[in-house]
């Protein structure tokens, strides 16, 4: 006898009609995944809020015949499958916690960080384990061709035992900047800012790692960390990581890591993978090698990836990577770096 699979009456409603989605914060992240989710054909971008009423005027030109609101307890009433949350970091715990808590929707996703501290995205965690669905935080380095590739070479172990790695995550974005500038406290620190996103991809390689010295520095008086430098190991494995939004000849961002094993050395970073092995053979990947198409191209094709991602887990019932539990340990390696910093103050 043929069993079928029997399909859950909310899973089989989300295959046959548009996921209404509603985004909160109107700037640019905001703004880049409502274009992107508008040209998704099984989604509708139904809302948007922000709290400053002069953006939320350009938006509505912007998006016709979406509802805009300045509270996120005015999305309650719109029957919402997700919500995407891309205010600054210091509003992702309470936006995402009223999501919640006003049942606004189960499905959401927060641009990284999690939350601003760790304490805050564990207790995130909780809250979309006891009453949430689908829930993603926006590290789009895993999306990028060349770090999937560089994964894959590392889950087949073509560099062996993995001895040491070094990260970084580099940009002239305040290289210069006055003493007396507010500017780089504006956007957080630079560990949340850049060095996150290598932070994320060393635990998606390499797993969970501990912090065993760091040191942080402003560059600018009184302001938050521009540059931070810290080592981090694990059994038998040890990285170090260099990260700073203040570096001379980066008009964008760079990240990267090399990794070396007992096999071998692999370099890998947004444009191409290179590969060195003890025998003697060496390869290239650059990135148009590596099929970097998308349906849509705004900003890079990892935002498109990672968008899709998670529309089909919601369409799926499947779970989405980073997830909330995934992402928190991003959050709580900066935290240890912070207490590292201070012990060597």
């Known amino acids: 006898m043929i069993v079928k699979e029997r399909k859950s009456p909310l899973r089989e409603t989300l295959s046959t009609k548009k996921l209404r989605v509603a985004i909160v914060g109107s700037g640019k992240m905001g703004l880049l995944h409502a274009s992107i989710l508008n040209v998704m054909p099984n989604v509708q971008v139904v809302a948007l809020c922000d709290k ?76 979309a384990q006891s009453v949430g669905d689908v829930n993603m935080v926006g590290y789009m380095k895993r999306f990028a061709v060349t770090f999937r590739k560089a994964k894959s070479i590392l889950d087949q172990r073509s560099l062996g035992e993995i001895a040491s790695f070094e990260a970084y995550a580099y940009s002239s974005d ?106 003697g053979k060496s390869s290239i990947w650059y990135r148009h090698d590596l099929n970097d198409n998308v349906g849509f191209l705004l900003g890079a094709p990892e935002y498109y990836r990672e968008d899709e991602c998670f529309i089909k887990s919601i369409l799926t019932g499947d779970s989405a990577e980073p997830c909330f539990y995934t992402a928190s340990k991003v959050d709580y390696v900066i935290e240890q770096i912070k207490k590292k910093a201070e012990e060597n103050v």
């Open 52 to 127: 400053n009423s002069l953006l939320l005027r350009f938006v509505k030109k912007l998006f016709k015949g979406i509802q805009v609101v300045d509270d996120v307890e005015k999305l309650s009433d719109l029957d919402l499958d997700s919500v995407y949350v891309t205010p600054p970091i210091s509003a992702h715990f309470p936006v995402v916690k009223a999501i919640y808590s006003k049942r606004v929707a189960g499905n959401i996703f927060v641009e990284k960080t999690l939350a601003s501290s760790w304490d805050k995205a564990k207790e995130l965690c909780g809250l």
């Open 174 to 279: 305040f290289s210069g900047v006055q003493k007396s500038s507010k500017t780089p406290s504006s956007r957080g620190g630079v560990l949340e800012d850049l060095g996150a996103h290598v932070i994320d991809l060393a635990l998606w390689f390499f797993g969970d790692l501990e912090v065993d010295s760091a040191k942080l520095e402003s560059m600018v008086e009184g302001s938050c960390e521009d540059s931070a430098h810290f080592k981090a190991k694990k059994s038998g494995l040890e990285g170090l990581f260099n990260v700073s939004w203040c570096m001379d000849n980066y008009r964008l961002p760079d990240f990267g890591l090399v990794i070396r094993g007992s096999e071998g050395i692999m370099k890998v970073n947004d444009d191409n993978v290179e590969l060195k092995l003890s025998d």
